[in-house]
């Protein structure tokens, strides 16, 4: 199909996805990111958040969150390689709020600069998460 670009989403752990789709969006370093097939080449980090591919042919858009990494894109071919990747479906907001209230007091606790940046880090990663989930519930 010449209207479909092929879209790989992998993690240290598993391959979370592999398939054609119309269009795919993340958010990347310098902000969200629209890719339609034949894009102009390009490789970027990504940050936490929702990784958004509207698969080949119709059906339901799929949802997959990521905790950065990076992103390379070719005329016919996405690769992300995410530093953790979860699907939309396997994501769990309470788990999600309560690790985001752990990386907040953990924050707060943080004595040298070093342990800060970690704790902002980690808490940012959450707060995406959380996010991601919100934006990614059934409208009722």
Known sequence: MANTIHVDVVSAEASIY???AEFVALPGEEGELG????HT???????PGA???KPAGGGEEELIFVAGGILEV????ITVLADTAIRGHDL???KATEALKL?????SNALDKL???KMQSEYAMMAAQLAAIRKLRPKK
């Open 92 to 94: 769990d907001e309470a």
């Open 35 to 38: 890719i339609y097939p034949r």
């Open 74 to 77: 070719q005329p016919s071919v």
């Open 41 to 47: 080449p390009f490789i970027t980090r990504i940050k």
């Open 115 to 117: 342990e800060i940046a």
């Open 51 to 53: 990784v958004r591919i």
């Open 18 to 20: 592999s398939g054609e």
């Open 103 to 107: 990386a907040e007091e953990a924050r």
